[in-house]
């Protein structure tokens, strides 16, 4: 059982060129969010999914679109990287509506490094 | 909008010892829990406890615990017999009851034990 698959573990990019974080679960969770971590500010959500089809903005959004085609994927992608943008990125998915018996699932991060 | 907050950005203690990380949210929601998770170096995301706000009692894990004050909104972590394993960024975070994997993580705190 993989659990959250991220790829890739580290990245750095130069202004301007776009990417593709990805992000895999294989444990049929209905919800999937894409958050950045920076250092004094913990993590803070980018986008989020409630299931296939269904996307919306978090607190973070600007610079970043997602897309949830299929139950297990969500990719995040960065249009034109700034490097505002430099940060830890983590995917996290839980089943569905309330967290009693769904703690949060995170992947283990993506250092992304914009020159 | 939840807004939660972890006042102290690093915390030391020595091994053996206890030490509380203090945590104190905002919300207008009646149901909805809490949790403190831990991040070591290796940047992997690992929840510690969890407390949904409906009960009274706090949630103890072998060596962790929580004082939960519902009325103070106030949620901190007790850590007994401290050891080296322990040292990690400690983030508490905030879940509504249909947050699914939508959270509000405070700024984190930074645990160094001493041996």
């Known amino acids: 059982n993989a659990g959250v698959t991220q790829t890739p573990k580290f990245q750095v990019l130069k202004t301007g060129q776009s990417m593709t974080l990805q992000c895999a679960q294989d444990m049929n969770h209905e919800y999937m969010s894409w958050y950045r971590q920076d250092p004094g500010m913990g993590l803070r959500l980018i986008h989020y999914?409630?299931?296939?089809?269904?996307?919306d903005q978090g607190e973070v959004p600007n610079g970043y679109n997602v897309s949830r085609s299929t139950t297990e994927d969500f990719p995040l992608r960065l249009l034109s990287a700034a490097p505002s943008q430099t940060s830890v990125y983590f995917c996290a998915s839980s089943y569905g509506v309330g967290t009693t018996n769904s703690p949060l699932h995170f992947g283990n991060g993506t250092r992304l490094t914009v020159t | 909008a939840q807004t939660v907050t972890q006042s102290q950005p690093e915390m030391s203690v020595q091994e053996a010892e206890t030490v509380t990380l203090s945590c104190t949210y905002d919300?207008?929601?009646?149901?909805?829990?809490l949790f403190w998770y831990k991040q070591p170096p290796s940047r992997q995301m690992i929840l510690v406890i969890r407390q949904e706000a409906y009960k009274q009692q706090n949630a103890t894990e072998n060596r962790f615990s929580v004082n939960f004050q519902k009325a103070a909104k106030s949620f901190s972590l007790k850590i007994s017999d401290s050891q080296l394993g322990d040292a990690a960024m400690y983030f508490c975070?905030?879940?509504?009851?249909?947050?699914?994997?939508?959270?509000?993580f405070g700024e984190g705190t930074q645990l160094t034990v001493n041996p």
């Open positions: 919300t207008s929601e009646s149901d909805y829990y």
């Open positions: 975070a905030y879940g509504g009851e249909t947050s699914g994997s939508r959270l509000t």
């Open positions: 999914s409630v299931g296939a089809g269904i996307t």
